[in-house]
């Protein structure tokens, strides 16, 4: 398993500035996936964050957006940019470990208000 | 279009009795199967797994059954307690890392 920190665990942000959001995990990972939980909703992947290239991002979610750090295999942030009522969400860092069974291993999250 | 669907939004239980808890998928590409469960303001924990080469896997009260042909999953608690009280997510993954995930179920067992 790991244990995964986020920061900050929530804020309240005004339309049109940035947020950035980190992750630190407690070993070394390959891959740390970041996720989106809007209110009432499922958890929707945001992209694949991988040490030493580029973010994979999916479908709906591009990098002007939601730029993606890496710099080592421990730490990620997420940047929420230019920011909107809509991007009002439970954001979630994961990270796996790369067992078999394809668990992963999610952070306690971030609550984003963007007023 | 979602893959992975979980039709029931709530269940409520009584203490000691089973939660039967339900997923449907549509993906025949998927081969691997999880539960997670989360509590308010805090990240979703890792349950139960199932591989698709199983129908069914045991864990302490949590059991997983999986139906392919049906493409259809449940998870079974039994006895339920009131810690039991979150919201279940099953989750699929097409023999990579990434996941996709249902809509979750919340869980209330009554004391």
């Known amino acids: 398993s790991a244990v995964i920190s986020q920061k900050p665990s929530r804020d309240i942000c005004q339309r049109g500035t940035s947020l950035t959001i980190q992750c630190q995990v407690d070993?070394?990972?390959?891959?740390m996936f970041w996720y989106r939980q809007q209110p009432g909703q499922s958890l929707t992947l945001i992209a694949t964050a991988n040490q030493g290239s580029e973010a994979t991002y999916e479908s709906g979610f591009v990098i002007d957006k939601f730029p993606i750090s890496r710099p080592n295999l421990t730490f990620s942030t997420l940047t929420v940019s230019n920011m909107s009522p809509e991007d009002s969400s439970i954001y979630l860092c994961s990270v796996f470990t790369g067992t078999s069974s394809y668990e992963q291993y999610f952070g306690p999250g971030t609550r984003l208000t963007v007023t | 279009d979602q893959q992975v669907k979980q039709n029931s939004p709530s269940l409520s239980v009584q203490e000691g009795r089973i939660s039967i808890l339900n997923c449907d998928y549509t993906n025949s590409m998927f081969d691997y199967f999880l539960w997670y469960k989360k509590y308010p303001a805090e990240g979703p924990t890792f349950l139960i797994s199932?591989?698709?080469?199983?129908d069914k896997n045991e864990d302490g009260r949590f059991t997983v059954f999986l139906n392919k042909s049906a493409k259809h999953l449940s998870l079974h608690i039994v006895p339920s307690q009131p810690g039991d009280s979150a919201v279940y997510f099953c989750a699929a993954s097409d023999s990579g890392s990434r996941l996709t995930f249902g809509e979750g179920t919340q869980l209330t067992v009554n004391p």
């Open positions: 199932i591989s698709s080469i199983k």
């Open positions: 070993s070394q990972v390959t891959m």
